[in-house]
């Protein structure tokens, strides 16, 4: 097995779940995916190791799905975004709709606030990336990504707070 070959092993469910996360679609992750792919192996000589592997080709599968938006005309890809888990059997429905409403507003919310701070979030929360990682995408510090982060979480949390304040 090349060198490749086991990058690929060990990202592809990866980057396929960041996208799918993104784009809220399984075609749409499979198809960004493999392009993601596609262009790593034919850059593979200008990765010069300054950032963890699995960053550079997230880096390019969120290159790869930008540019799928643009040249497919969509720009509202945070709606297609499901924030809140699946509910268990065991919800009731009041629960369900509860936890439904709340994902629709956060929807909205992280629609609605700035860059860096959205970018940020959407890292940490559907990538699953550590701080250093979400660091080195932005070419900042472990600890801007830090603060960046929990300034965008304060962010939804306060926006939430102000919507529910109004129900």
Not at 70 to 90: F, H, Y
Not at 130 to 139: E, L
Not at 146 to 154: E, F, L, P
Request: contains cysteine.
């Amino acid at each position: 097995m090349t060198e490749f070959e086991n990058i690929y092993q060990e990202h592809f469910n990866d980057v396929y779940l960041y996208i799918r996360r993104l784009s809220g679609s399984e075609t749409v992750a499979e198809e960004i995916t493999s392009e993601t792919f596609f262009k790593a192996i034919h850059s593979i000589n200008r990765f010069h190791g300054d950032c963890d592997i699995r960053v550079w080709l997230c880096q390019i599968a969120k290159n790869c799905y930008y540019s799928y938006l643009k040249k497919n005309a969509r720009t509202d890809c945070i709606d297609d975004l499901t924030l809140a888990e699946m509910p268990s059997q065991t919800d009731s429905i009041e629960e369900r709709l509860i936890m439904h409403d709340e994902a629709s507003q956060i929807r909205m919310i992280l629609h609605s606030i700035p860059e860096p701070y959205k970018e940020v979030f959407m890292w940490r929360v559907f990538a699953e990336m550590s701080f250093k990682q979400i660091g080195q995408i932005f070419d900042k510090t472990e600890n801007w990504a830090c603060v960046t982060y929990h300034r965008a979480k304060k962010m939804i949390m306060t926006e939430l707070e102000e919507k529910n304040n109004e129900n």
